[in-house]
């Protein structure tokens, strides 16, 4: 028998100072049996920090298209916005940098992801619609006592820095830019 996704609520009311976009977004997020609490907080995260009205989850995990984690169309169909989490491989983020006008990697995952971007960065530098950031692990997993099934979020974004809180708990992250 086949696990089945479980389905998470998120109210996310953004505060982003930095783009100057301010709004609420009613979220439903499934996790796939195989995806981490720690990944599902990555991908609200990273829904926060590029958050538009037309901003959309595709079938991440589970799609078998050549989609991002996330992305922004616009009416006609291009793709403004991609956005991509982990370590992928450059012919990903070639492919990714192809189709996109800008294209948003967040890495995470501690020690490997310094070890992934020695071994990526020359060969990723050349894309110029790319930027990579590594989202801190110890801020990280103080975000999973913020994972409910029913989750009502306040996120503030100011001069690159990230609180992300719910009624009893309060996290600050500060994304640090590999390649911006």
Partial sequence: ?????????VTLNIADMDRGYYGDHQLTLAQHPSETDLRLMVRILAFALNASDSLTFTKGLSSED???ELWDRSLSGDVNVWVEFGQPDEKWLRKACGRAKQVHLYCYGGR??????QQQQTVLQ?????????????????????VQRHMTLQCTITEAQIWLSDASHNVHLIPLPLKA
Avoid: F, G, H
Avoid at 1 to 9: E, F
Avoid at 112 to 117: G, M, R
């Fill in 1 to 9: 028998m086949a696990l089945k996704s479980t389905i998470y609520k």
């Fill in 66 to 68: 050549d989609e991002p």
């Fill in 112 to 117: 490997s992801t310094d070890v992934w971007w």
């Fill in 126 to 146: 050349r894309y110029q619609n790319l930027s990579v950031w590594q989202l801190p692990e110890d801020a990280l997993q103080q975000c999973l006592p913020l």
